[in-house]
């Protein structure tokens, strides 16, 4: 199967800092890529659509300019977390579907102190 | 929009035991894919089975398999012979045109010793 790379798997920042994640696709290549935020004993809940040369597309009650996504390459996305607060912790989970199945990175857990 | 749901929060089965797990969900498109994802403690998402909606036999793999009621809208997940190992967090999840992925709020299988 597909491999999805994610990282930092952990990550601590202070508030009011920013923090980035990287995905990527290690042996195909991806168009789009989705992320996830799961917060404990929760779903997973879908936040963007990152697509590659283009604008991602946010689903409704994410904020644009607190999360910002980057697609620059067809093997790499980012998504970075402005301005953290503590709300911003989480559990990240970015995922790709090349060819009509879903593969997932490790996760990120961010704890916002 | 399409809706997954599962009903069961936790479930507990005895060791070497069968269980099964519920799903249903709603769709107007006719032709779609389904899954089955496990989210053990360290949370990678890993597939246990996966359905395409356009073939009428149930997949199998290995213990698992799956009852696909396309006209009821089901699709629950059969463990036999139950192990520690199979401990974790289920999530039932349909992928759709857009290639997003939409999970249920998932079930916390328990394995009794």
């Known amino acids: 199967g597909a491999v999805v790379s994610q990282h930092p798997s952990r990550v601590i920042c202070k508030s009011g800092t920013s923090v980035k994640i990287e995905c990527r696709s290690l042996?195909?290549?991806?168009?789009?890529m989705f992320w996830y935020r799961q917060f404990p004993k929760q779903s997973l809940m879908l936040m963007a659509t990152s697509n590659e040369g283009s604008k991602a597309t946010y689903e409704q009650g994410v904020e644009k300019d607190k999360f910002l996504i980057n697609h620059a390459s067809l093997t790499l996305s980012t998504l970075t977390v402005t301005s953290a607060h503590p709300e911003d912790s989480s559990f990240y989970i970015c995922?790709?579907?090349?060819?009509?199945?879903?593969?997932f990175g490790q996760g990120t857990r961010l704890t916002v102190v | 929009a399409q809706t997954v749901t599962q009903s069961q929060p936790e479930m507990s089965v005895q060791e070497a035991e069968t269980v099964t797990l519920s799903c249903t969900y709603d769709t107007s498109e006719s032709d779609y894919y389904l899954f089955w994802y496990k989210q053990p403690p360290s949370r990678q998402m890993i597939l246990v089975i996966r359905q395409e909606a356009y073939k009428q036999q149930n997949a199998t793999e290995n213990r698992f398999s799956v009852n696909f009621q396309k006209a009821a809208k089901s699709f629950s997940l059969k463990i036999s012979d139950s192990q520690l190992g199979d401990a974790a967090m289920y999530f039932c999840a349909y992928l759709n045109r857009d290639d997003k992925i939409i999970f249920g709020k998932g079930t916390r299988l328990h394995i009794l010793p």
């Open positions: 995922s790709a579907v090349p060819w009509t199945e879903a593969f």
């Open positions: 042996d195909f290549q991806a168009t789009t």
